[in-house]
């Protein structure tokens, strides 16, 4: 069989199936040249295979019966349908064919179950089965007297009797049979009434009360209207019929114009319009509760508005703040562009400003420079005239706080740069207590040995020249004398005092001749050594040193009991022009002024005591005198001003540190030392002078000298010769005298 067959067979099976449905189904209409697709969308819904159901399968039928179809269970009534005809072992179909796949195995099964109906029941089996699963009892049919239900009636006749050869007339009563009673389902499923199930009784009973329409209501027997008023079937019959009802009855009353209706038909009027009310109530009800359901729903979907609201809010006032943001950023931008701006005019502005200051304080720094260029020039013309008229200098040096010592009680108020020292008295207040001093230099406490020293350099190599020098320091005790003109410890060149310091610079640019000639020295016991470089000098000073007797005393745990005077003497030879020079260094660390009752020393360190005091007080005296310009200065009176006598006598350099202990407790002794001192700086030795002999009058002396010796010969010659002369002219006698 080719394909044009195939398909030519499938199609008419198609019309078949179509033909058999129009006749069980009349409003479906379907043309029969449908297509698969076209009964698909009809058998889908499920209503044809609920419509067959109830009437091939009696265990459905229970169910089916007085149940109404429910689109939604549509897959229900199918899979019922098929596990019925499965049962029937009849072809089937299965639910995803229906849905998608082929049509042919649904047509067939439908054919099959259609050739089912008809062998088993006939050509009406189908009829008989459906007025069967409706229950329909055949004798009420016979006493209807609708045309149409009469045929049904005769054709049920001749079912009962077994004649299956139905005529065509009784075909086509028992089509309008079906449609009927199928509009009458079909109208109860889509308006949901009445709320019982629409049973097939009640729907003959109103169909014959229905169709009396060219009867008339009064005519009926009470025993039919009692019949369909007892059997319930007022609350199962369709709105719309009992409205037909209800008009008929007052169309006849209208028509007969006595206004009369019988007592059973105003019965079931009455019935028929309790009903109508009841329904009318019911659905009131209902449309109330739809209504609250509508509500219900509108305040969900207000809700939900006014959420999706709050939210198209809340983004727009999200927006809002994003949009604020941005502006708040970009007038930030906007500012600190300005701010940059600013700032870059600031900074050049400062640029300029800055370079003239640098400019005006170049032209300071140059004033400054020029000023201390000045003052260094007025220094030196203020020591030379110092030097002309032969001042002792005063260098005042004021040793920093020991750990132990309070460091904020410091009676030193103010040190100038140019000698000026302010002495505040700690017990006394306001002017009375501030004391004013000027020496040549003042040194504080953070002063080095190395300042120190290159400051009384020129005036050391000024030994060199042939000048005496003489350096001492004078301060109480503990005030920092040795410190200074020796240092704290020979192990590092940093802390040299200016012993060292002088002897290693004049080795550094001298040779020191021999000298084996005594030189008068003014001490007993003192010697003297060669020395060839400073380290002769330094182990002379150590064995100095280790002589030097010192002891601790209250104010200094390492006081020296003893004055210590290292003299270098100095002779020189200048080569081209054979002048000679001779020159004497003092470098002269003075013992301690001390209080012995806050030195708190007895014994031995007493009788110490009162000689250092009493050899500095002779140096007092000397100074005394030497300032007052007095006639006799009283070198004498002690070794130590015996010793200072050339460097204080006249002709000499002489320097003097004046030691102070910046200590409050030691006010009184600073006060004094700086006084002895401020009298010191106020001596005039004269002009100092040079021990250079040229050669000629070297020559000329040597000349008198050996005129001298000479003469001196001579006279002694003469003498001798006198002496021999005066022994000649004695007598014998005088000769024992002799
Ligand atoms: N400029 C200074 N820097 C640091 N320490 C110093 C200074 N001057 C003095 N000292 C210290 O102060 C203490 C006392 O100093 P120093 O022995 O030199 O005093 P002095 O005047 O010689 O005493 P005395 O008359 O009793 O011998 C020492 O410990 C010393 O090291």
Redesign the pocket.
């Known amino acids: 069989m080719g394909s044009v067959d195939v398909e030519a067979e499938a199609a008419k099976k198609r019309s078949d199936v179509v033909e058999w449905l129009n006749y069980l189904f009349p409003d479906f209409n379907l043309p029969l040249e449908a297509s698969d697709e076209e009964l698909r969308a009809l058998l889908l819904d499920g209503f044809v295979f609920f419509g067959i159901l109830g009437r091939i399968n009696p265990s459905y039928s229970g169910e089916i019966q007085g149940g109404e179809f429910v689109p939604e269970k549509r897959s229900d009534y199918i899979r019922g349908f098929a596990s019925a005809v499965d049962q029937m072992g009849l072809p089937c179909f299965k639910f995803l064919d229906l849905e998608q796949g082929s049509m042919s195995s649904v047509v067939m099964c439908l054919l099959s179950v259609r050739d089912h109906i008809i062998s088993s029941n006939g050509n009406d089996g189908i009829q008989k089965s459906l007025a069967k699963s409706w229950n329909r009892p055949s004798d009420s049919w016979r006493s209807l007297e609708a045309d149409n239900l009469e045929g049904v009636d005769i054709r049920q006749d001749e079912q009962t009797n077994g004649d299956q050869n139905s005529s065509r007339v009784v075909d086509e009563t028992n089509q309008n049979d079906r449609q009927l009673k199928f509009q009458l389902s079909m109208l109860s499923t889509i308006t949901s009434e009445p709320t019982t199930p629409l049973s097939s009784n009640a729907v003959d009973k109103f169909h014959e009360v229905f169709q009396l329409k060219q009867g008339r209501y009064s005519d009926l027997p009470a025993s039919k209207i009692s019949e369909m008023m007892k059997s319930n079937s007022l609350e199962s019959a369709p709105t719309q019929s009992l409205l037909s009802v209800m008009n008929g009855i007052l169309d006849e009353s209208i028509e007969r114009k006595s206004g009369e209706i019988p007592q059973r038909v105003a019965c079931l009027l009455k019935k028929v319009v309790q009903e109508i009310e009841r329904r009318i109530s019911t659905q009131a009800e209902h449309i109330r509760k739809q209504n609250n359901l509508i509500k219900a729903r509108e305040r969900k979907f207000q809700s939900r508005i006014r959420a999706l609201e709050t939210l198209a809010s809340g983004s727009s006032e999200e927006a809002k703040i994003i949009m604020d943001k941005l502006q708040y950023v970009k007038d930030l931008k906007a500012s600190s562009e300005s701010i940059k701006d600013e700032v870059l005019s600031t900074k050049q502005r400062w640029t300029e400003e800055f370079s003239s200051l640098g400019k005006k304080l170049k032209v300071l720094t140059d004033a400054a420079e020029n000023y201390h260029v000045v003052l260094a020039e007025n220094r030196k013309l203020f020591n030379e005239v110092q030097e002309l008229k032969g001042n002792i200098r005063v260098y005042c040096?004021i040793?920093?706080f020991?750990s132990g010592e309070n460091r904020k009680s410091t009676t030193i108020d103010y040190i100038g740069e140019n000698g000026e020292l302010l002495l505040v008295n700690p017990f006394k207040q306001g002017k009375d207590g501030n004391h004013s001093f000027k020496f040549n230099r003042v040194f504080g406490?953070a002063?080095t040995q190395e300042e120190i020293f290159l400051d009384i350099q020129p005036l050391i190599r000024s030994v060199l020249d042939g000048y005496n020098v003489c350096i001492f320091?004078y301060?109480?005790?503990?005030?920092?004398?040795?410190?200074?003109m020796t240092g704290?410890n020979l192990s590092t060149k940093e802390d040299w005092g200016v012993n060292y310091r002088a002897l290693n610079d004049l080795f550094n640019i001298s040779r020191i001749m021999n000298s084996s000639q005594p030189n008068g020295l003014a001490v007993p016991d003192a010697s003297l050594h060669l020395v060839n470089s400073t380290s002769d000098v330094l182990e002379l000073m150590q064995i100095g040193l280790a002589n030097r007797a010192?002891g601790a005393?209250a104010?200094?745990?390492?006081?020296?009991?003893s004055h210590s005077i290292v003299t270098v003497h100095v002779r020189g030879a200048d080569l081209k022009t054979g002048a000679t020079l001779r020159s004497s260094l003092n470098l002269v660390?003075?013992?301690?002024s001390?209080r012995v009752d806050r030195s708190e020393v007895t014994g031995d360190r007493l009788r110490e005591a009162q000689h250092i005091n009493k050899s500095l007080s002779a140096l007092g005296d000397v100074i005394f005198a030497l300032s007052q310009k007095s006639s006799h200065v009283p070198y004498r009176n002690s070794k130590l001003t015996q010793v200072l006598q050339s460097s204080l006598g006249g002709q000499a350099k002489t320097l003097m540190f004046v030691?102070i202990n910046p200590d409050v407790k030691s006010y009184s002794e600073t006060f004094s030392t700086l006084k002895f001192a401020e009298r010191v700086s106020g001596v005039e030795l004269g002009a100092a002078r040079s021990n250079k002999e040229s050669k000629d009058i070297r020559d000329l002396m040597e000349q008198v000298a050996s005129l001298k010796g000479k003469m001196a010969r001579k006279d002694e010659e003469i003498e001798r010769l006198q002496l021999l002369k005066d022994m000649g002219n004695q007598s014998p006698e005088n000769g024992k005298e002799r």
Do not use: I
């Not at 104010?555 to 009991?561: G, V």
């Not at 660390?589 to 301690?592: M, P």
């Open positions: 040096r040793r920093p020991l406490p002063a320091a301060g109480q005790t503990g005030s920092g004398k040795t410190y200074t704290p010192v005393t104010l200094n745990e390492r006081s020296s009991r660390d003075l013992a301690g001390e030691q």
